[in-house]
């Protein structure tokens, strides 16, 4: 499966990758050239960087949509992040070929990269996928009073006393915070 995502990379960047690629097919030798000094120049940086420590404790994780969901053996962000600004530059493409839930590609986002990720794992991709979508902030609006609205119909026979059987204080108060009959610790 594959992850695409270029909504946010602005035309006029799009028109300069395209335009710098044609120079470079039409010049074999300066393209030659281009290649051999940007691996030179990505080797260095990345023996620098793998130097560097890239344990980012106590570095905040939880921003844009990357607490959206849960998920295995997560990269902190900025370990991506890091990668992303040093060694590439706006409008390039970023490949993470093992993208779990998309942390790289967010980052890819949000530095205004494209970000490409494939996964084996389907329930990756769909929270990869989540997180990478924009979302039409009315129209979600919309959809969250209809879904609350047949949830209130459907359960309003349930009482507060039942549902402490199964929820948290913190959570029942949620479901219902005009009639309170949980404490919250
Ligand atoms: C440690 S997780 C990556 C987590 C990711 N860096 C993040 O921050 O969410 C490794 C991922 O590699 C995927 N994977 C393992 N073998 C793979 C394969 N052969 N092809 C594609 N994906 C694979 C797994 O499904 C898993 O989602």
């Not at 050239?33 to 940086?45: A, G, M, P, S």
Request: net charge positive; glycine share 4%; with cysteine.
């Amino acid at each position: 499966m594959l992850l695409k995502y270029q909504e946010k990379l602005p035309f006029t960047e799009a028109k300069n990758i395209h335009s710098r690629i044609e120079t470079f097919i039409s010049d074999t030798r300066a393209k030659k050239r281009y290649f051999q000094k940007r691996k030179l120049d990505t080797e260095e940086i990345l023996s620098y960087l793998l130097k560097r420590d890239l344990t980012f404790k106590g570095q905040k994780t939880n921003y844009a949509t990357h607490n959206m969901h849960a998920f295995a053996a997560k990269f902190p962000p900025q370990l991506p992040k890091l990668f992303i600004n040093e060694l590439t530059t706006t409008g390039e493409v970023v490949l993470d070929p093992m993208s779990g839930s998309g942390t790289t590609l967010v980052e890819a986002v949000l530095s205004n990269r494209y970000g490409i990720g494939t996964d084996i794992d389907p329930l990756a991709v769909m929270i990869a996928k989540v997180k990478l979508s924009s979302l039409n902030i009315s129209e979600t609006v919309k959809v969250a009073n209809s879904v609350l609205q047949q949830a209130k119909k459907r359960f309003s026979h349930i009482t507060d006393a039942q549902l402490c059987e199964f929820y948290s204080p913190e959570t029942t108060f949620c479901f219902n915070k005009r009639n309170r009959t949980c404490e919250i610790i």
